[in-house]
């Protein structure tokens, strides 16, 4: 879709961008290649696209695939997006905000096509490709990689920073970064600049493919690694030993020795440590906190 066809649809149908919202329609036909050749589809693929928007990317995932199911909140784009499920026996659309979707309800989302496919075993199968809207990214991608059925592959449009951050190029971690890694693995496929989107936005953008993705597969408790990482992530300027050590039940003699044993600098910050540095570090404080 390019600019002109955009200008089209807006006028057809009595559009605006809503700001709010952080809607930016791509107008790149090379970009939405990029992004499909990325999701790597295939004939029977379930895909979830979330904000179709104008259904640019919509359109081609429909002639690609078995099944496209689309969630929207901007109720001023259902005249546009009816008419595209009524053109389209396989675009499933739910009219919900994609952040209140509970695994459960997904799972009944994708048994009912399982079973009008007469194929149970892809139930558990999908992929996610999205023009997501920036604000909703980092718990988007927590909700789905948490979920214990988490999808093949994650193409999306991100801002570049965050997409940066995501790929960790230069050692340093944060809590969706880390995500990632513990789930799947991250790739910038390209970057995309901010004059291929109508309205032009602010940032340049770029298109992140997440794959290998995995339900929670270490030997530590799933849920203390976590409370041990945002505990050493909570107050960012100060040192990561000192954030544990808010932790009343952790004695600084053992959380010396444990650091002594794993070579963390007891300077270094929670960004510093790595996916496996994080399990390692559980592991031992789990042993016995208290060092008696």
Do not use: C
Not at 278 to 286: G, H, M
């Amino acid at each position: 879709m390019n600019l002109e066809e955009l200008k089209f649809l807006l006028h057809k149908y009595h559009l605006t961008p809503n700001k709010v919202r952080g809607q930016n329609f791509l107008i790149s036909d090379e970009v939405l290649a990029d992004i499909l050749q990325a999701a790597d589809l295939k004939a029977s693929d379930t895909v979830l696209e979330v904000g179709p928007g104008l259904g640019a990317l919509t359109t081609r995932l429909l002639a690609k695939v078995t099944r496209v199911v689309a969630f929207e909140v901007d109720k001023n784009l259902q005249n546009l997006l009816n008419n595209l499920v009524r053109l389209n026996k396989n675009l499933d659309l739910h009219w919900q905000d994609i952040l209140s979707l509970k695994e459960r309800h997904w799972q009944d989302i994708l048994a009912r096509f399982a079973e009008s496919r007469r194929a149970e075993h892809k139930i558990k199968n999908y992929k996610i490709v999205a023009n997501i809207p920036y604000y909703l990214t980092a718990k988007f991608i927590n909700q789905f990689l948490s979920f214990k059925q988490p999808p093949q592959s994650m193409i999306l449009m991100l801002q570049k920073e965050v997409a940066e951050r995501i790929e960790i190029k230069d050692g340093k971690n944060s809590l969706l970064s880390l995500a990632v890694a513990f789930y799947g693995r991250a790739q910038i496929v390209r970057l995309v600049t901010k004059n291929n989107f109508f309205p032009i936005p602010k940032v340049d953008s770029a298109i992140l493919k997440i794959d290998q993705i995995k339900a929670w597969q270490y030997k530590e408790d799933e849920k203390l690694v976590w409370q041990l990482i945002k505990r050493g992530m909570a107050h960012k300027r100060k040192k990561l030993f000192n954030n544990l050590l808010s932790d009343q039940k952790i004695a600084k003699d053992k959380l010396s020795k444990i650091f002594l044993a794993l070579k963390i600098d007891q300077n270094a910050r929670a960004e510093n440590l790595n996916k496996d540095l994080w399990l390692k570090l559980a592991s031992e404080i789990k042993k016995d906190p208290t060092g008696h």
